[in-house]
């Protein structure tokens, strides 16, 4: 896809929320069943994920780990975010490369410590790109992915969250 094609594909979207900006709400949802041993299975547009315990508190490492896929949620949006950017600013990413890396101390979710935090202490987000782009012009393009990163800006700027129980 190319900016033109970007464009033509996002006009039409941006013009309606503009007019009608209900519109631009969405509400999305994930879905998982809790299974069998310690395990819940996660239903994705790309197949059923078996979530289970990380090795560091107690799983085997053979199910998927809900930290990882949390980093992994910001990786595939950071570089979907990028991508797209890099088309608008007609950058051309010849090969690239995101990670995502996060500390956890898992004395605070194994309740070995009441002062270790529960979750992810830092996040720290990696972009290795080939590109022709002078310096300047990369940064803008990070600093943009940034920005409109639905991810990484959750993670950044943290929504209510509430629960909600039905027996």
């Excluded at 992994?72 to 088309?87: D, H, P, Q, R, Y």
């Excluded at 995101?98 to 830092?122: C, H, I, Q």
Aim: aromatic share 4%; charged share 30%.
């Amino acid at each position: 896809m190319d900016k033109s094609e970007l464009r033509a594909a996002q006009s039409p979207l941006k013009e309606k929320y503009k007019t009608n900006p209900e519109e631009a709400e969405w509400v999305l949802t994930a879905e998982g069943r809790v299974g069998d041993g310690i395990a819940c299975y996660v239903s994705t547009d790309a197949g059923e994920v078996e979530a289970g315990l990380h090795p560091a508190t107690g799983g085997d490492g053979s199910q998927a780990c809900s930290g990882d896929m949390l980093l992994e949620a910001l990786v595939a949006c950071a570089g979907v975010t990028l991508k797209s950017v890099a088309t608008a600013m007609e950058i051309d990413i010849e090969e690239g490369t995101v990670k995502a890396e996060g500390v956890l101390d898992f004395k605070g979710t194994l309740a070995v410590s009441k002062e270790a935090p529960v979750g992810f202490k830092s996040i720290t987000l990696h972009f290795d790109l080939t590109t022709d782009a002078d310096e300047k012009k990369v940064e803008k393009l990070i600093e943009l992915t940034e920005r409109y990163c639905v991810i990484y800006q959750t993670l950044k700027n943290s929504p209510m969250l509430k629960t909600d129980i039905k027996i």
